[in-house]
């Protein structure tokens, strides 16, 4: 018996799914070493292109990405971006060390490429 005539039970198969979403999400925090200083949406988004174009260029500076939110208090921020810049994104926020003479950190908190996922976090799901 060879293997065409298996019931294919035993036939290893490796599937692989492409992600079809044009965009990836991410929820990011800014931590500062001065808890006082506050950014609006804007300083925000240029303290970020600048991190892009410090790391990559001016190339690394004309990737299109998006603030969707921001919460000026816990310094909070939705970011869109296509996927195909997704790496180079993450890479700049990660490596930005510093703003304006200050320690700081971007913790990236969520990534998807599905909006929805980010509405919740299930690691602080509680059921009743």
């Known amino acids: 018996m060879n293997v065409d005539e298996k019931d294919g039970s ?4 490796r599937v692989v799914l492409k992600n079809s979403s044009p ?3 991410l929820k990011v925090c ?6 006082l200083t506050r950014l609006s949406a804007v300083e925000l988004k240029h303290f970020i292109i600048t991190g892009l174009k410090n790391l990559y260029g001016e190339v690394g500076a004309a990737l299109s990405f998006d603030l969707l939110k921001y919460d000026e ?3 909070t921020a939705l970011l869109r971006v296509y996927s195909r810049g997704l790496v180079k994104l993450w890479s700049s926020l990660t490596l930005l060390g ?7 950190a971007f913790r990236v908190l969520q990534v998807s ?4 996922a980010l509405t919740g976090n299930s ?3 509680h059921l009743d």
């Not at 035993?10 to 198969?13: D, H």
């Not at 800014?30 to 808890?35: A, G, I, P, Q, Y």
């Not at 510093?98 to 700081?104: F, G």
Request: net charge negative; hydrophobic share 35%.
């Open 10 to 13: 035993g036939v290893y198969q």
């Open 23 to 25: 965009y990836h999400y």
């Open 30 to 35: 800014l931590v500062l070493e001065d808890e």
């Open 73 to 75: 208090d816990t310094l």
């Open 98 to 104: 510093s703003y304006q003479n200050q320690a700081c």
């Open 113 to 116: 490429p599905f909006l929805l």
């Open 123 to 125: 690691r602080e799901l």
